[in-house]
Every structure is written in structure tokens, then in C-alpha cells.
């Protein structure tokens, strides 16, 4: 009998290894599908979004690496016992996944000096910056990445981190002795072990073709309570990636404060980050950063979540696809050559933009006016505040061909709490 999961991926180790690690840890039977390079091309027209990794189950199809490890975590018990342990987890995934996106520039360049500066630059402010905080969180957790226990946060940090020593050509864990020992923990897990050895063998064993992770600015209100609020949302002042969390927030009723941060006071505020990066959402007295882990988080509690975790493998697939179409456009506000900006919007107007909407618009249609399962989710809240920032980027209105997607954004700012909330909000370009 066929298994009843099929990973499909490229013939290497690359983003889909993570999975791979927990459907062998769980003992969970799967087809390890393994596209060649020169079929690629006719696999590509046949996917949701022209990616891979893409997971197949009980006739349905799903794509978005973390995505799909976060889903199969859920089934082998790797996951947090509650929606704040999973914030933790997400939390820490998701800052991993942003170092691995800037090994971007160096996979892609040829020019052998220049990938030199890339990567001593790489080494100097990533890895010297990041690599501290996440041993010192290893310390702080008895030997793990969260929860002072095994979680699937290790799982991802043991599989993306030997790209970070394949593009570099170095050792990067050699300084950070309790990094190095979870990778170690993970790869000696028996079933992981066993894997290792008998895994095919590739000469291509790293992804280079990633997204770059650009994060615009985005605001807050500062609210007037009585009694201080259980959450505290801290970010700039700005729309961009908070303001889903705002929505959220507003549209559950759940009393916030909604601090902003003007340009000037950031390099003060930066080092007493974990990451050096907002939003982070504070609550009893702990601090999480990440916008899509937190929205994730606030999403759960109001009952914008899925039922189980397949629904939610699907939401999360759809979110993680908004925001690749996000790290396309980003590019365009730090563009300061006008002729080369004139050249990223004409790219962004003629080839991504009618790549990604009208398969958004086919979900939309497919799910009875929602982007997941038929109803409405934090997916479309997603959307509905990110796409505005699509529109500024590109100059034009992106929606106007797009009947359901624009139906889908007035559905979402015309609830009430919402449409209250976009009435007195600080009008900001982002």
C-alpha cells in the first residue's frame, strides 16, 4: 500500500531535510519524491506556486517548508503543549530561517571576490550578531533551542545550519560549543542516526535560490486603560508586517498596548532586542519576536486557527506564499537608483505580480470567497494587510483584475471592529 504522505523535493538536502528528520524520527512511513534538475521545468507549471517543498496527503497538496515541519512536529509530539510554547518555537524557527535567507547574495554571486566580501560581511554582522543569542538561548533552555526540552526548533536549526558552513566554507558553530551540541543531539537521535547513513547521497546538498527577508515598517496606537494590558505589541511607527497582529488584536477585542518606535529612537532600542528586530510581543513577562509566528499565536486564540493541524498546514502555507510575493516587492522602497527602480517595478508589474494573484484569485474562488478552508481565517487577514503595501510598492492597484481578491479585502476591513480600526489609525504610506 502507498504510503499516505508524499514529500516531494529536489535531489538534495536543502529546506526539505527538516521534514525528512521528523517523518524519521516519528517512524511516520513517507514517499521521499526527489525531482532532477532537468525536470524541473515541467514539474514547475504543475505546483500550487512553482516551489518545493510540497507535501501530498489524502488527495490534497501543500506547499512551504516550515510550513509542512510544523504541521508533521504537531504528529510526532515535537511541538509546544500550548499556543504560547508553539509562539516560542515559531519564534526561534523563524529567526534561524532569516539568517538562512541571507546567505541569498552569496549563492547567487560568481564574481569570486565579491562573494568574499558577502561572506565576511555574512560572518561580521549575521553570524557574530545572531549566532551569541541563540547560544545563550541554548544555555538558557538546558541544552535546547526552547521549552529547556527536544522540540522541532532543534530539528530545523540541526538541518539549515550545515548550509550556513557549505556557502561560508567555515566551521560557524566552531565558537558556540552549545549550538554545535544540538545539532550533534539531533543527528544522534537513533532514527536520525540511521537516516544520515542511508540518505542518497548528493552533490548539491544546499539550497541556494532563497528569498530575502526584508521587513517594513509598521505602526501602533498607543491605547489609554485604566489597568495595564496583558499584551504589549512593539514595533514602528507604520502599517507593514505588525498590522496584522493589530487586526487581530482589534478584532477579538483583546486590549493591547500599541507601542511605536520613531526612526531616531531604533538604534537605542536595537540591542536591548533579542534579535535586534521588531515586532515583539511581550506577555507575562516574557518577549517573542517574529511577526507571523505572533499572528499565528493571536489567531489561535481567537478562533482563526484551523481544527486541526492539516488546516493549519493549509493556512500556513498560504501566509508563508503571501509573504514570498512580499520579499519580491520589498525590494523596491530601498531602491535609491531611480532607473534601476524604474526597472524592479516593471519586473514586479509584468512577471511577479501576475504570477502570484491570479493563483491567489483561484484559491479565493476555490474556497468560497476565503484563501483557506472556506472560511474566514487568519490568511485573509494576512492578506488584507499586506496587499496595500503591494499597491504603494508597485504604484498601481493590484487588485483591479482581481474580483474575488478585492472582494476578499473588503470583506476583511468591512467587519466592524475592523473598519473601526482602519477609521482611526494613523495614516502612514506603510
Known amino acids: 500500500m502507498a504510503p499516505a504522505y508524499k514529500l516531494i523535493y529536489g535531489d538534495y538536502r536543502g529546506v526539505a531535510e527538516t521534514s525528512r528528520f521528523l517523518f524519521k524520527y516519528g517512524g511516520i512511513e513517507f514517499e521521499d519524491a526527489r525531482v532532477q534538475f532537468e525536470d524541473w521545468p515541467q514539474w514547475k507549471e504543475k505546483t500550487p506556486f512553482g516551489q518545493l517543498p510540497l507535501l501530498e496527503h489524502n488527495g490534497k ?36 530561517s532569516d539568517i538562512r535567507q541571507k546567505l541569498v547574495p552569496i549563492g547567487r554571486e560568481q564574481d569570486q571576490i565579491r562573494r568574499k566580501t558577502l561572506i565576511d560581511t555574512l560572518i561580521k554582522d549575521s553570524f557574530s550578531y545572531h549566532l551569541p543569542r541563540l547560544e545563550a538561548i541554548v544555555e538558557k533552555n538546558n541544552g535546547y533551542l526552547a521549552l529547556g526540552r527536544l522540540t522541532w526548533a532543534d530539528f530545523y536549526f540541526a538541518t539549515i545550519s550545515p548550509m550556513f558552513d557549505a556557502i561560508t566554507g567555515q566551521d560557524c558553530l566552531a565558537n558556540y560549543p552549545k549550538l554545535k551540541a544540538v545539532r550533534d543531539k539531533v543527528n544522534e537521535l537513533p532514527a536520525i542516526k540511521k537516516w544520515i547513513e542511508t540518505r542518497p547521497a ?143 517595478i516593471e519586473t514586479a508589474q509584468k512577471e511577479t505580480i501576475p504570477y502570484y494573484l491570479p493563483r491567489f484569485e483561484e484559491l479565493v474562488k476555490k474556497n468560497k470567497g476565503y484563501l483557506a478552508l472556506g472560511r474566514l481565517t487568519w490568511a485573509d487577514f494576512y492578506f488584507a494587510t499586506m496587499s496595500p503595501t503591494f499597491d504603494v510598492l508597485t504604484g498601481r492597484d493590484n487588485l483591479a483584475k482581481y474580483a474575488n481578491l478585492k472582494g476578499l479585502m473588503e470583506k476583511v476591513n468591512g467587519l466592524p471592529a475592523i473598519k473601526k480600526w482602519i477609521e482611526v489609525r494613523p495614516k502612514t504610506q506603510f
Open 61 to 96: 497538496q501543500i506547499n512551504q517548508s516550515i510550513a509542512i515541519a510544523r504541521y508533521l512536529a504537531n504528529l510526532v509530539k515535537l511541538a509546544g503543549n500550548d499556543d504560547w510554547e508553539n509562539l516560542e518555537i515559531d519564534s526561534i524557527v523563524d529567526t534561524v
Open 202 to 344: 548528493s552533490d548539491f546538498d544546499v539550497i541556494l535560490t532563497f528569498s530575502s527577508v526584508i521587513r517594513e515598517h509598521s505602526f501602533a496606537i498607543q491605547l489609554n486603560t485604566q489597568m495595564a494590558p496583558k499584551y504589549k505589541l512593539t514595533y514602528f511607527d507604520g502599517c507593514g508586517v505588525a498590522e496584522t497582529s493589530r487586526f487581530l488584536f482589534n478584532y477579538g477585542g483583546i486590549d493591547f498596548e500599541d507601542v511605536r518606535i520613531k526612526q531616531e529612537d531604533w538604534p537605542q532600542l536595537k540591542p536591548k532586542t533579542p534579535f535586534g528586530m521588531v515586532p515583539l510581543l511581550e506577555h507575562n513577562g516574557k518577549q517573542v519576536g517574529q511577526s507571523i509566528a505572533i499572528a499565528r499565536y493571536l489567531a489561535k486564540k481567537l478562533k482563526l486557527a484551523g481544527n486541526d493541524d492539516w488546516e493549519d498546514l493549509e493556512i500556513d502555507a498560504v501566509v508563508n506564499t503571501v509573504q514570498d510575493l512580499y520579499q519580491k516587492l520589498a525590494p523596491l522602497y530601498y531602491e535609491k537608483d531611480e532607473s534601476k527602480k524604474k526597472a524592479l
